[in-house]
């Protein structure tokens, strides 16, 4: 079985976030292929955070509000056990300070702070899981680049 990172792009377009849903119907369909594949799907707070942050940038207050109320549905509704996605327990203050030491790095490479932590994610899964196929899910390449199934992954 795999073990599938949902990143805040893919987030966006399950929820929907307006302006970032573009490619809701394609995510849909492989978010059904995937619970129907029986893949372990995890929300990374950093997903949760960033999502929420793009419901509250929608310029139409009537649409802002209910974008979050379906938005706040949803997750709580993953913590609860009642979606096919289970989020990622929250950053300890030691995880944060050594993720803080790579950060300027991944700051070159235009990765923000949520997507380091999305991998730092990725890497942990590998190593909790050294069987099973880790992948992030992703709309950007450099994020869906992460998947210990492909030759030369990361």
Not at 5 to 13: K, R
Not at 74 to 84: F, H, L, N, S
Not at 105 to 123: C, H, P, R, Y
Not at 126 to 147: E, K, N
Request: glycine content about 8%.
């Amino acid at each position: 079985m795999s073990i599938c990172l949902i990143d805040t792009t893919v987030f966006c377009n399950v929820v929907p976030v307006p302006g970032l849903d573009q490619d809701r119907e394609d995510v849909c369909a492989q978010l059904r292929a995937h619970v129907q594949d029986g893949v372990t799907l995890l929300l990374p707070v950093a997903a949760i955070v960033e999502t929420g942050n793009h419901v509250a940038r929608n310029r139409d207050g009537n649409v802002r509000r209910a974008t979050a109320v379906k938005f706040v549905r949803m997750v709580k509704q993953a913590i609860e056990g009642e979606t096919p996605f289970t989020p990622t327990p929250f950053l300890e203050p030691a995880g944060l300070l050594q993720w803080l030491d790579e950060f300027p790095q991944f700051a070159m490479e235009g990765m923000g702070l949520g997507d380091l932590s999305i991998v730092k994610e990725w890497e942990a899964q590998c190593r909790r899981f050294p069987g099973r196929r880790v992948f992030i899910w992703s709309l950007d390449r450099h994020l869906a680049s992460y998947d210990n199934s492909l030759r030369g992954s990361r």
